[in-house]
């Protein structure tokens, strides 16, 4: 695993295209990921697949710093991407996010995607 540096942030979105809170679809470099606004203000992003069912995450509902997948309510934590609510128990990839400018830039983890 490489450390992530500068070079590896691709800009997303601007912060502005962001609900004020909730979940966004987004592509990058092929993978598809959901670009996030927490309800603090803070902004994660994660694979876009729930690690129980092959649905989208960023059709589910944003609570604190968690998102419920639509499907079976399974839980994520937006920082950690561990399940804090069952049926998933696979945790979902973190990317790494940066806000700069307004613009929020990403650098995708060097993981492949969990699958189900
Ligand atoms: S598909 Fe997401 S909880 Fe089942």
């Given at each position: 695993m490489s450390a992530t540096t500068d070079a590896d942030y691709v800009r997303v979105?601007?912060?502005d295209e962001l609900p004020a809170t909730g979940a966004a679809k987004a592509e990058i470099e092929g993978r598809v990921v959901s670009i996030i606004r927490a309800?603090?203000?803070?902004?994660h992003c994660i694979d876009d697949e729930c690690t129980?069912?092959?649905v989208s995450l960023s059709e589910g509902e944003v609570e604190g710093c968690e998102i419920e997948c639509w499907l079976h309510g399974s839980r994520f934590n937006l920082v950690t991407g561990k399940p804090t609510g069952l049926p998933?128990?696979?945790p979902v990839v973190v990317h790494s996010v940066r806000v700069t400018d307004g613009e929020v830039l990403v650098a995708l983890?060097?993981?492949a995607p969990r699958t189900v």
């Open positions: 979105c601007g912060l309800e603090d203000g803070s902004v129980h069912g092959r998933a128990t696979v983890a060097d993981e």
